[in-house]
């Protein structure tokens, strides 16, 4: 991972991006979301995560609203979305993440740059974006490790979508802590059943999700007479 988000890094620095530029990351569930906004931000820019599966106006809306010239996306996805002629993308399963010897970057943005936009679903009206800064992700995200004891041996299932920001704990909150992202396929992010089979085999530890998911996976092993009860989930947070 860290191979392929330096990677990605120094191909953006190439490109000319700088602090509190978003770059698009349109993308499907999998580990390139994750060496995507790694990248970005190593790269100094901010990311802004947008559903592959949107209309296209609202896409192209989204991409024209944060002025975005790069984009991240995957090679699969690339084939069925119609871009804008003047954008540049980036294949992220394109990478040789065994690539050694990349050298580090030095960070060129504050703690009050962007690190993210994401913007709202605009059921009443056009979407808004939401700007957050390093400093008030950082501190969220620390709060939340020391609150509740996180360390290296915690799993998290990573089930929300990176254009919902509960997907920033899933990434950066486990990794500050040295755990494991446990990645649930696009199909996978929606069925109770894999939810319940990757908890058990994947010794998850920590559920963050909406309490409607929760809600799901409760019903689902009353119907199916199974139990969280031999799982080694210790933390459920419900934003």
């Known amino acids: ?125 056009l979407p808004k974006g939401v700007m957050i800064t390093h400093r008030g992700a950082v501190n969220t995200i620390l709060d939340i490790n020391r609150r509740f004891g996180i360390s290296s041996t915690d799993r998290v299932l990573a089930l929300s979508a990176l254009n919902f920001d509960l997907s920033v704990y899933d990434i950066f909150g486990i990794l500050a802590a040295g755990g494991t992202i446990v990645l649930p396929t696009e199909q996978t992010a929606r069925e109770p059943a894999s939810w319940l089979r990757m908890i058990e085999q994947e010794q998850v530890t920590i559920w963050n999700t909406v309490p409607a998911l929760l809600q799901l996976l409760i019903e689902y092993t009353k119907v199916h007479a199974r139990s969280l009860s031999q799982s080694r989930l210790h933390l459920a947070l419900l934003s």
Do not use: C, F
Not at 13 to 29: A, D, T, W
Not at 79 to 104: A, F, H, N, Q
């Open 1 to 125: 991972v860290k191979s392929g988000a330096l990677q990605l890094a120094h191909h953006l620095r190439k490109l000319g991006v700088r602090p509190n530029q978003l770059v698009g990351v349109v993308m499907e569930k999998g580990w390139e979301q994750v060496v995507a906004v790694l990248g970005v931000l190593l790269s100094g820019a901010a990311y802004l995560p947008i559903d592959a599966s949107l209309p296209k106006k609202r896409l192209q809306y989204l991409l024209e609203h944060g002025e975005v010239k790069v984009v991240l996306t995957q090679s699969w996805i690339d084939r069925l979305v119609e871009w804008p002629e003047t954008l540049k993308r980036l294949y992220v399963d394109s990478l040789d993440l065994d690539e050694g010897d990349i050298s580090d970057l030095e960070s060129v943005q504050s703690p009050d740059d962007l690190a993210y936009v994401i913007y709202t679903s605009g059921s009443t009206g």
